[in-house]
Nanobody
């Protein structure tokens, strides 16, 4: 089992920025670079949706259309950590943000939440207008 712990959530004004972090660990944890890391979010009354992913190996980044140009996913394999830099925040970005991981998940499945086998507990992001 892999443990994922998110941090960095909080309250921001519209137009502001926040950076989320997700640290991975665990007894069966493999080499971090072999995991595709994803960020998802879930707003009240809505389904969980993908935000961004960093694919294992080369770390290619993918984004949902709603966050392209505003959010940046990055990873530090030496620290077993993935980040989500969020800028130009909007009230509609308000949600619980979840980190997810799956070993060797191919890029073609980057947005498929059911393909991710490990999840964090989530961190709340609230954007006020």
């Amino acid at each position: 089992q892999v443990q994922l712990v998110e941090s960095g959530g909080g309250l921001a004004l519209a137009g502001g920025s926040l950076r989320l972090s997700c640290a991975a660990s665990g007894r069966t944890f493999r080499t971090f670079s072999t995991y595709t890391m994803g960020w998802f979010r879930q707003a009240p009354g809505k389904e969980r949706e993908v935000v961004a992913a960093s694919v294992w190996g080369g770390g290619s980044a993918y984004y949902a259309d709603s966050v392209k140009g505003r959010f940046t996913i990055s990873r530090d394999n030496a620290k077993n950590t993935v980040y989500l830099q969020m800028s130009s925040l909007k009230p509609e970005d308000t949600a619980v943000y979840y980190c997810a991981a799956d070993p060797f998940l191919e890029s073609s499945n980057w947005s498929q939440r059911y393909q991710y086998s490990n999840w964090g507990q989530g961190t709340q992001v609230t954007v006020s207008s």
